[in-house]
C-alpha cells in the first residue's frame, strides 16, 4: 500500500511554506500537494486541466484547505467535493484566518471534518499543524475505496 | 272694516281713509242743514199761514158782524193766488160754516171748527184761528195748506247726492294727488327694505324726503341699514380671516405630510446608506480578520525558522531584537482579535433569554483556573443570579470583567475576586468585584474607550479593547456600568442589563458631575 498523500490549498506562500515546516517539524514525511487556488484543487482531484491524465487511483488521504481562496473559495471548492462519490468521503480539514463563527458553522454544514483556526504565533500553529497531520494520517482509517 | 282695508296697500288705505272721511263729513253736514232748513220751513210755514188766518179774520169781521156771507166769500175766493192753501173757511160764532174756499180737491171741511192751533196731518197743516173784535168771538178761520216737507226732504237728498259725489270726486282727485306727499317717502323705504333683501345690498340707503315721522322712519332704517353693514363687513371680514387661517393650516398640514414623505424618503435612503455602510464593515472585518494576521503569522514564523535554521549564526543581540518582533506581532495578533470581538458584539441580533449569570461566571473562571492553574485566587461567585440577556454577548463581557480581575489582582497577596448582585430600586445590579491593583478614579472616564489603557504594558498585559466591548454589551441590553476603585485598593465593576428610564439617568450624570 502506497504512502498516504496530503493536498494543502493555500493561496498564500508564506502559509504554504509555514504549513510545511510546520509538517517536516511535525516529522510527517509523507507526499504534500500543494494547490493554490480552488479551481486548481479541483483540477487535481478530479484529474482535469494541468492535471489531465493523473492517476485517479491516487487520492490525497486528507486535504487541508483554506477558505479564504482566489477564483472558487474554500466553501465552494468543499461543496464539490462533497457532491462527487469519488471525493464525497475524503476528509477535509478547513484551515483558516477566520475566527468568526459564521464561517465555522458553514464549513461544517457544507461537509467539513475538522475546522482549525491558524494562531498568528508560529509555537501554536506549527503544534496544531502537525498535530491534525498526526490525526488524519496515522490514527485515522480512510474509508475503504467504493 | 279693518278687515276689508287690511289687505290694501299704504295709498289704497289712505285713499279709503280720505274718502270715508269726506263723506260721512258730508253726510254729517247735509244732514244738520236740511234738518235746519226743515225747521225754518215748519216754522216760517206755520208763521205764514198764521199771518194769512189772521189777516183772512179781520177781513172777514165785518161781514160776520153784518153777516154778509157774500163778502166773505169773495174775501176766500181771492186765496187761489195762493195755490200752495188747498182748502179755507169761515165758522161763524155760532159754530156753522159761513164761507167756504176748496182748491182742487173736494175733501169735506170739519163740522166744527176746533180751539186756536196748529198740526200737522200727513202732508198737509191744518190751522185754526179764531176771530176776535173788540173783546167779542165772531168767529174761527180754518185753514189747509201743503206741508211738503217729504218733497223738500227728496229734493235735498238729490242735492245731497250730487254734492257728495262730486265732492268725493274732488276728493279722491285731490288725495290722488296729495298722496304721493304721505306715501312717496315709504314707498322709497319699502322698495330699499325690498331691493335689500332680495339682493342683500346693505350699502343701499333709503332717501330721507320728509322730516316727519317716515324721515326719522328712514333715518332709523339707514342706521339699521349702516349697524347690519358694518356687522356684515365685520363678519365678511372674520370669515376671511378664519378662511385664511384654515388655508394656512391645510397648508402647514400639507407640509407637514409633505416633510413627513420626504423624512421617510431620507429614512430610507440612510437606512440603505447604513445597510451598504454596515455591509462594508463585516467585508472589512472579515479581511482584516483573514487578511491582516496572515502576515503576521509569516514574520513570527519566518523568525522563528531564522532562530531555528540559523542557531549559530544569530548573535545575541538579534536574537532579543527578533523575540521582540515576535512578541509584537503576539500583540497584534491579540489586537486584531479583541477588534474582532468587539466588533462582533456590535454586530448580529439580541437574543434574549433567561440567563444564569452564575454559571457563565462559574464557566470564565474555570477557563481562568485550568489556563492558569499556579494561581491561587479565592473566588465567590454568588448563586441564583439570573437576568434576561443574550448569554453569548453576557459571556464575553463576564469574561473580559472576571477576566481583568484576575489580571489584575495577580500581584496581591490573597487575591479575592467575588462576582454577586444587588438590589437598586428593585432593579439587579450585578457587579465583579477584585482586591487587586484598582486605579485612580480621575481616569474613571476614560475607562471604557477603546484603546484606553490605565495600565503600561510592563505592568499588565491587555490591549485596552475589554471594556469597551463589555460597555457595547451592556448598552445593547439597555443597562448601565459603571466603576469604583482606590489605587492599590482593588477595582469593582458594577452593571444592569435593563433601561432605568430617563430619571435615573439624569440623577447619574449629576454625580457624574458632583
Same mark, same amino acid.
Given at each position: 500500500?502506497?504512502?498516504?498523500m496530503?493536498?494543502i490549498?493555500?493561496?498564500?506562500?508564506?502559509?504554504?511554506e509555514?504549513?510545511?515546516?510546520?509538517?517536516?517539524?511535525?516529522k510527517?514525511?509523507?507526499?504534500?500537494v500543494?494547490?493554490?487556488?480552488?479551481?486548481e484543487?479541483?483540477?487535481?482531484?478530479?484529474?482535469? @486541466?494541468?492535471?489531465?491524465?493523473?492517476?485517479?487511483?491516487?487520492?490525497?488521504?486528507v486535504?487541508?484547505?483554506?477558505?479564504?481562496?482566489p477564483?472558487?473559495?474554500?466553501l465552494?471548492?468543499?461543496?464539490?467535493?462533497?457532491?462527487?462519490?469519488?471525493t464525497?468521503?475524503?476528509?477535509?480539514?478547513?484551515?483558516?484566518?477566520?475566527s468568526?463563527?459564521?464561517?465555522?458553522?458553514?464549513?461544517?454544514q457544507? @461537509?467539513?471534518?475538522?475546522?482549525?483556526r491558524k494562531?498568528?504565533e508560529? @509555537?501554536?500553529?506549527?503544534?496544531?499543524?502537525?498535530?491534525?497531520?498526526?490525526y488524519?494520517?496515522?490514527?485515522?482509517?480512510?474509508?475503504?475505496?467504493? | 272694516?279693518?278687515?276689508?282695508?287690511a289687505?290694501?296697500?299704504?295709498r289704497?288705505?289712505?285713499?279709503a281713509?280720505?274718502?270715508?272721511t269726506?263723506?260721512?263729513?258730508?253726510?254729517?253736514?247735509?244732514?244738520?242743514?236740511?234738518?235746519?232748513?226743515?225747521?225754518?220751513?215748519?216754522?216760517?210755514?206755520?208763521?205764514?199761514?198764521?199771518?194769512?188766518?189772521?189777516?183772512?179774520?179781520?177781513?172777514?169781521?165785518p161781514?160776520?158782524t153784518?153777516?154778509? %156771507?157774500?163778502?166773505?166769500?169773495?174775501?176766500?175766493e181771492?186765496?187761489?193766488?195762493?195755490p200752495?192753501i188747498?182748502?179755507?173757511?169761515?165758522?161763524?160764532?155760532?159754530?156753522?160754516?159761513?164761507?167756504?174756499?176748496?182748491?182742487?180737491?173736494?175733501r169735506?171741511f %170739519?163740522?166744527?171748527?176746533e180751539?186756536?192751533?196748529?198740526?200737522?196731518e200727513?202732508?198737509?197743516?191744518?190751522?185754526?184761528k179764531?176771530i176776535?173784535?173788540?173783546r167779542?168771538?165772531?168767529?174761527?178761520?180754518?185753514?189747509?195748506a =201743503?206741508?211738503?216737507?217729504y218733497?223738500?226732504?227728496?229734493?235735498?237728498?238729490?242735492?245731497?247726492?250730487?254734492?257728495?259725489?262730486?265732492?268725493?270726486l274732488?276728493?279722491?282727485?285731490?288725495?290722488?294727488?296729495?298722496?304721493?306727499?304721505?306715501?312717496s317717502?315709504?314707498?322709497?323705504?319699502?322698495g330699499?327694505?325690498?331691493?335689500?333683501?332680495?339682493?342683500?345690498?346693505?350699502s343701499?340707503?333709503?332717501?330721507?324726503?320728509?322730516?316727519?315721522e317716515i324721515?326719522?322712519?328712514?333715518e332709523?332704517?339707514?342706521?339699521?341699514?349702516?349697524?347690519?353693514?358694518?356687522?356684515?363687513? /365685520?363678519?365678511?371680514?372674520?370669515? *376671511?380671516v378664519l378662511?385664511?387661517?384654515?388655508?394656512?393650516?391645510?397648508?402647514?398640514?400639507q407640509?407637514i405630510l409633505?416633510?413627513?414623505t420626504?423624512?421617510?424618503?431620507?429614512?430610507? *435612503?440612510?437606512t440603505?446608506?447604513?445597510?451598504?455602510?454596515?455591509?462594508?464593515?463585516?467585508?472589512?472585518?472579515?479581511?482584516?480578520?483573514?487578511?491582516?494576521?496572515?502576515?503576521?503569522?509569516?514574520?513570527?514564523?519566518?523568525?522563528?525558522a531564522?532562530?531555528?535554521?540559523?542557531?549559530?549564526?544569530? %548573535?545575541?543581540?538579534a536574537?532579543?531584537?527578533?523575540?521582540?518582533?515576535?512578541?509584537?506581532?503576539?500583540r497584534?495578533?491579540?489586537?486584531? *482579535?479583541?477588534?474582532?470581538?468587539?466588533?462582533?458584539?456590535?454586530?448580529?441580533?439580541?437574543?434574549?433569554?433567561?440567563?444564569?449569570?452564575?454559571?457563565?461566571?462559574?464557566?470564565?473562571?474555570t477557563?481562568?483556573?485550568?489556563?492558569? %492553574?499556579?494561581?491561587?485566587?479565592?473566588?465567590?461567585? #454568588?448563586?441564583?443570579?439570573?437576568?434576561?440577556?443574550?448569554?453569548?454577548?453576557?459571556?464575553?463581557?463576564?469574561?473580559?470583567l472576571?477576566?481583568n480581575?484576575w489580571?489584575?489582582?495577580?500581584?496581591?497577596?490573597?487575591?479575592?475576586?467575588?462576582?454577586?448582585?444587588l438590589?437598586?430600586?428593585?432593579r439587579?445590579?450585578?457587579?465583579?468585584?477584585?482586591?487587586?491593583?484598582?486605579f =485612580?478614579m480621575?481616569?474613571?472616564?476614560?475607562?471604557?474607550?477603546?484603546?484606553?489603557?490605565?495600565?503600561s504594558g510592563?505592568?499588565?498585559?491587555?490591549?485596552g479593547?475589554?471594556?469597551?466591548?463589555?460597555?457595547?454589551?451592556?448598552?445593547?441590553?439597555?443597562?448601565?456600568? #459603571?466603576?469604583?476603585a482606590?489605587?492599590?485598593?482593588?477595582?469593582a465593576?458594577?452593571?444592569?442589563l435593563?433601561? /432605568?428610564?430617563v430619571?435615573k439617568?439624569?440623577?447619574?450624570?449629576a454625580?457624574?458631575?458632583?
Amino acid at each position: 500500500m502506497s504512502q498516504k498523500m496530503i493536498m494543502i490549498v493555500e493561496d498564500n506562500p508564506d502559509d504554504e511554506e509555514l504549513t510545511l515546516r510546520a509538517l517536516r517539524q511535525g516529522k510527517i514525511a509523507n507526499e504534500i500537494v500543494v494547490t493554490r487556488d480552488g479551481n486548481e484543487a479541483l483540477e487535481f482531484v478530479f484529474g482535469r @486541466g494541468q492535471y489531465a491524465g493523473r492517476n485517479l487511483e491516487r487520492m490525497p488521504a486528507v486535504i487541508l484547505l483554506d477558505l479564504k481562496l482566489p477564483k472558487l473559495s474554500g466553501l465552494e471548492v468543499l461543496k464539490q467535493l462533497r457532491s462527487d462519490p469519488r471525493t464525497k468521503l475524503i476528509p477535509v480539514v478547513v484551515l483558516t484566518s477566520s475566527s468568526e463563527d459564521e464561517d465555522m458553522l458553514r464549513s461544517y454544514q457544507v @461537509g467539513a471534518n475538522s475546522y482549525v483556526r491558524k494562531p498568528v504565533e508560529f @509555537g501554536s500553529f506549527a503544534n496544531a499543524v502537525s498535530q491534525l497531520g498526526m490525526y488524519w494520517l496515522l490514527l485515522n482509517e480512510t474509508p475503504p475505496r467504493a | 272694516m279693518r278687515r276689508l282695508i287690511a289687505p290694501l296697500s299704504v295709498r289704497q288705505k289712505l285713499l279709503a281713509v280720505v274718502l270715508v272721511t269726506t263723506l260721512t263729513a258730508l253726510l254729517v253736514a247735509i244732514a244738520v242743514m236740511v234738518g235746519f232748513d226743515l225747521r225754518t220751513y215748519r216754522q216760517s210755514l206755520i208763521s205764514d199761514m198764521t199771518t194769512q188766518a189772521d189777516l183772512l179774520g179781520r177781513t172777514t169781521a165785518p161781514a160776520l158782524t153784518f153777516d154778509d %156771507p157774500r163778502v166773505a166769500q169773495e174775501n176766500l175766493e181771492l186765496l187761489h193766488y195762493r195755490p200752495q192753501i188747498r182748502a179755507a173757511a169761515i165758522y161763524n160764532a155760532r159754530g156753522k160754516i159761513f164761507a167756504s174756499y176748496s182748491g182742487t180737491d173736494g175733501r169735506e171741511f %170739519p163740522k166744527l171748527p176746533e180751539a186756536d192751533g196748529t198740526r200737522i196731518e200727513g202732508n198737509e197743516l191744518v190751522l185754526f184761528k179764531r176771530i176776535v173784535d173788540s173783546r167779542e168771538i165772531l168767529g174761527t178761520v180754518y185753514l189747509r195748506a =201743503d206741508y211738503e216737507l217729504y218733497d223738500r226732504l227728496v229734493g235735498y237728498l238729490g242735492i245731497a247726492a250730487i254734492v257728495a259725489a262730486i265732492a268725493m270726486l274732488v276728493a279722491y282727485v285731490l288725495s290722488r294727488q296729495l298722496q304721493h306727499i304721505v306715501t312717496s317717502p315709504l314707498l322709497a323705504i319699502a322698495g330699499v327694505a325690498r331691493e335689500v333683501t332680495e339682493k342683500r345690498t346693505f350699502s343701499l340707503r333709503a332717501p330721507k324726503l320728509s322730516k316727519d315721522e317716515i324721515g326719522m322712519l328712514a333715518e332709523s332704517f339707514n342706521t339699521m341699514l349702516a349697524e347690519i353693514e358694518r356687522a356684515t363687513r /365685520d363678519l365678511q371680514a372674520s370669515n *376671511e380671516v378664519l378662511g385664511r387661517e384654515i388655508a394656512e393650516h391645510n397648508r402647514a398640514e400639507q407640509e407637514i405630510l409633505r416633510l413627513n414623505t420626504e423624512l421617510e424618503q431620507r429614512v430610507k *435612503e440612510r437606512t440603505a446608506q447604513l445597510e451598504y455602510t454596515n455591509g462594508e464593515l463585516e467585508a472589512f472585518c472579515y479581511s482584516v480578520s483573514h487578511d491582516l494576521r496572515a502576515p503576521l503569522r509569516a514574520i513570527d514564523g519566518f523568525s522563528q525558522a531564522l532562530l531555528e535554521d540559523f542557531p549559530k549564526d544569530v %548573535p545575541e543581540e538579534a536574537r532579543r531584537y527578533l523575540s521582540r518582533i515576535r512578541s509584537s506581532t503576539q500583540r497584534m495578533g491579540q489586537l486584531i *482579535e479583541d477588534l474582532l470581538n468587539l466588533s462582533r458584539v456590535s454586530r448580529g441580533g439580541l437574543e434574549r433569554r433567561d440567563a444564569d449569570i452564575s454559571e457563565l461566571a462559574r464557566q470564565v473562571v474555570t477557563e481562568l483556573q485550568t489556563r492558569e %492553574p499556579q494561581r491561587k485566587v479565592d473566588i465567590s461567585v #454568588w448563586d441564583g443570579m439570573r437576568a434576561n440577556a443574550d448569554s453569548r454577548l453576557l459571556r464575553a463581557a463576564l469574561e473580559n470583567l472576571i477576566g481583568n480581575a484576575w489580571k489584575f489582582s495577580s500581584k496581591t497577596d490573597q487575591p479575592r475576586i467575588e462576582i454577586g448582585s444587588l438590589s437598586d430600586d428593585g432593579r439587579a445590579v450585578f457587579y465583579v468585584r477584585d482586591n487587586g491593583a484598582g486605579f =485612580d478614579m480621575a481616569y474613571a472616564n476614560k475607562l471604557f474607550g477603546a484603546f484606553q489603557r490605565l495600565h503600561s504594558g510592563n505592568e499588565y498585559q491587555g490591549t485596552g479593547i475589554g471594556l469597551a466591548t463589555v460597555q457595547r454589551i451592556v448598552h445593547r441590553h439597555g443597562g448601565r456600568i #459603571w466603576a469604583d476603585a482606590k489605587p492599590g485598593k482593588g477595582a469593582a465593576f458594577y452593571f444592569t442589563l435593563e433601561s /432605568d428610564g430617563v430619571e435615573k439617568a439624569g440623577r447619574d450624570m449629576a454625580e457624574a458631575q458632583a
